[in-house]
């Protein structure tokens, strides 16, 4: 299993830079950031500065949204990517969230998420698409590479990345909704003829190593707030009871009053009071390296490919520590230098 990080790109943008590069040190394969313009800085010239200071991490957007930029752009951006630093990059997307919310705008509709994955794969891998009634290309990036995840919570987000998508981003890591959206993203891409198994799957959630469990969650409570936000359109759109949905991911929204964007992602977020403690505990990962352990077997054994921490609290520099003297190495498949 990888082991990856979601970073905020917040000021100075040298101090995300050295997360990403102490990250690499550590054993970490990917370094994922907010792509939210108006929150945060710009995160693909962030990303060319720790691509130029690293040597293997893969960079890509936590996530991205077919609405706050032209669909030939990003691929561009991908693929300039690509060339000066040699494919390590890739795109997760979703129909949008802060980036759009901030400004008065709405999520995009998933038809639109579909074709914006289409353009973008096909325009970031070298190949011809059709764009707006022209047949395009990016002349120069034939040997750019570009995979494309899905990012989604309700039944038809999850059918439509099955069968669009190279991969699957899953925002939480409670293994009883990751075993069901994981079946269900697969069960959509072999109904549409595609090799489930051919499926990345990405499930992304804070981490923090630690003994104080009160504390650690109430550091990481605000993500709970952040994925009520996509439960509270589900609910909107398919009702608190429904067999679409697990009941598990619905519940704990009832209390929910409202969000406030200016703290989107923030430790001590005034919006969050109701998110129970039970769903930090299974959303989350917090405790000792050995229950970090128990967990990431866990979410290995229902097919999860990567664990991306968001790693949105004040234990930045000892998770990763921990992560990479006590974690990573044990995920590793260990072989015998002489049998």
């Not at 970073?7 to 994922?32: C, D």
């Not at 038809?156 to 990345?161: P, V, W, Y």
């Not at 650690?216 to 994925?227: E, H, L």
Request: aromatic share 8%; hydrophobic share 40%; with cysteine.
């Amino acid at each position: 299993m990888d082991i990856g990080i979601v970073l905020q790109t917040t000021p100075p943008a040298l101090r995300v830079v050295e997360l990403a590069k102490r990250a690499e040190s550590l054993g970490f394969s990917h370094v994922w950031a907010y792509d939210s313009h108006i929150l945060w800085e710009e995160p693909y010239v962030v990303f060319s500065q720790i691509l130029a200071e690293t040597r293997n991490v893969i960079v890509g957007p936590m996530v991205t949204n077919p609405a706050t930029r032209d669909w030939t752009v990003s691929a561009s951006m991908y693929a300039t990517l690509n060339e000066m630093f040699g494919n390590r990059t890739v795109c997760a997307i979703g129909r949008g969230d802060s980036a759009v919310r901030v400004t008065n705008g709405r999520p995009t509709k998933l038809a639109t998420m579909a074709a914006a994955t289409h353009v973008i794969r096909e325009l970031a891998n070298g190949r011809t698409v059709e764009y707006k009634g022209s047949m395009i290309t990016l002349p120069w990036a034939s040997k750019s590479t570009l995979e494309v995840y899905g990012a989604g919570y309700g039944p038809k987000a999850l059918k439509t990345i099955g069968e669009t998508c190279d991969g699957f981003v899953l925002q939480l890591a409670d293994p009883q909704i990751t075993e069901w959206m994981v079946a269900s993203v697969r069960g959509a891409a072999a109904d549409a003829g595609r090799n489930p198994d051919d499926l990345t799957i990405v499930v992304a959630a804070p981490a923090y190593v630690g003994d104080d469990m009160a504390y650690m969650r109430d550091q990481v409570r605000w993500f709970g707030g952040m994925v009520g936000n996509h439960v509270a359109d589900i609910v909107m759109r398919y009702g608190a009871q429904t067999d679409s949905v697990p009941q598990a991911l619905t519940d704990y929204i009832k209390n929910r009053q409202g969000y406030d964007y200016n703290q989107h992602g923030q430790a001590g977020n005034t919006h969050t009071d109701f998110v129970p403690d039970e769903v930090i505990d299974r959303f989350c990962i917090l405790g000792p390296p050995e229950e970090q352990l128990r967990r990431l077997e866990e979410l290995r054994a229902l097919g999860v490919d990567q664990f991306a921490i968001y790693l949105q609290h004040d234990g930045k520099e000892e998770t990763l520590l921990q992560y990479g003297e006590h974690v990573i190495p044990a995920l590793a498949e260990h072989k015998l230098a002489k049998a």
